[in-house]
């Protein structure tokens, strides 16, 4: 699959366009402390991200020997979320060079989205306040279809949105979530090697690998 001059973007949020580990571990550990219960480390955060907060939270307590039932489960990622909710962008800001690639795509009209699991309405409210929402097109969250990454069903939903073929589209992500739906959309993947994963053998399987945003400005001929 090529890489070159695509006419559309689609990013993965967490680990890809902003560093968000530092207010997850903000809201985990104040969730963790109202349940007396040991605090995580940003190392470990970055393990725990890429399939929602729901699944975050099931990381958590599978990692700390917590109870994962379902009614506890549902109180965790309450008080998470009303925590993280009101501290989103404490800490989170754009990974290097994620402003001026944006400003770089936007004046040669390629269409941009972003395409996460975090749930929809966190993410626009994340972007708006890192002052970045307006250079998107289009956001899908985990929630906003019935499917989510690493099905391709999210994928094919914005390239209809925006009236781009697959074929014109490319997927810069972190993760194997990234990677999988990506590459079940028939669309290139880039991976970034400064995201939240500790599975260095996914970047085998991608069509780029690249350490800085920069990078991605050299994907047009």
């Not at 489960?73 to 800001?93: A, P, Q, W």
């Not at 589209?169 to 979530?177: E, H, L, N, P, R």
């Amino acid at each position: 699959m090529s890489l070159y001059n695509k006419k559309l973007f689609i990013f993965d949020l967490d680990g890809t366009l902003v560093d968000t580990a530092p207010d997850f571990r903000n809201s985990l550990n104040y969730m963790l402390s109202e349940m007396g219960q040991p605090l995580v480390s940003l190392e470990e955060i970055r393990k725990y991200v890429g399939y929602g907060a729901r699944e975050l939270i099931k990381r958590t307590a599978v990692a700390k020997k917590m109870s994962s039932n379902s009614s506890k489960i549902n109180e965790m990622l309450r008080v998470f979320l009303l925590h993280y909710t009101h501290n989103i962008d404490d800490d989170s800001v754009l990974f290097d060079n994620v402003l001026n690639v944006l400003k770089f795509l936007k004046n040669k009209d390629i269409k941009l989205a972003v395409c996460t699991n975090k749930m929809e309405k966190l993410s626009l409210m994340l972007l708006e306040k890192l002052e970045v929402l307006t250079y998107f097109d289009y956001l899908v969250g985990g929630d906003t279809f019935k499917k989510s990454k690493p099905d391709p069903m999210p994928l094919f939903e914005i390239c209809k949105y925006l009236n781009q073929k697959t074929d014109d589209a490319i997927m810069i992500g972190d993760s194997v979530t990234d990677l999988n739906a990506g590459h079940r959309a028939n669309m290139p993947v880039v991976l970034v090697e400064y995201g939240y994963t500790d599975n260095k053998d996914i970047y085998n399987d991608a069509d780029l690998v690249i350490n800085n945003f920069s990078q991605l400005k050299d994907l047009f001929t």
